[in-house]
């Protein structure tokens, strides 16, 4: 939306459209949406990427809605230092441990409530492409 609507609009009032666990809080408060409601949707794709597991309201191995308790119970592991226990079991162990913590870590500030407190997406590519270091 935000590049089809260029930069003279800094924000855009619409309908609520999108699947449960990728909208933001913005569509259901019905503040103005800005282009930071894709960074919080982004972090559910990522979240999908690393554990192997796709979005949906059916139960995950720890209880819950996968798009409701995933993210927060990633949150924790990332703290905690266990991203190990997040990665897709396909692989076998067979990652490399710096990256999949950083997008962890990329995915958990990606779903902050305050739009403000989101990075760009801008900001996501060079972390993830290492130019930037997350704080």
Not at 14 to 25: F, K, S, V
Not at 36 to 47: N, Q
Request: with cysteine.
């Amino acid at each position: 939306m935000a590049k089809l609507l260029g930069r003279d609009f800094s924000r855009v009032l619409t309908t609520m459209r999108g699947t449960a666990g990728y909208l933001a809080p913005e569509w259901i408060t019905g503040v103005a949406i800005t282009q930071k409601v894709d960074v919080y949707s982004y972090r559910m794709v990522l979240l999908e990427i690393i554990s192997g597991k796709r979005n949906s309201f059916a139960p995950c191995s720890g209880g819950g809605n996968f798009d409701v308790y995933f993210p927060v119970h990633a949150a924790h592991k990332v703290i905690e230092g266990d991203v190990m226990s997040l990665i897709d079991r396909k692989l076998h162990g067979d990652v490399n441990l710096d990256e999949a913590e950083l997008a962890c870590k990329v995915a958990c500030w990606c779903i902050q409530d305050n739009e403000l407190d989101r990075p760009t997406m801008g900001e996501v590519v060079q972390i993830l492409e290492g130019l930037v270091e997350i704080n």
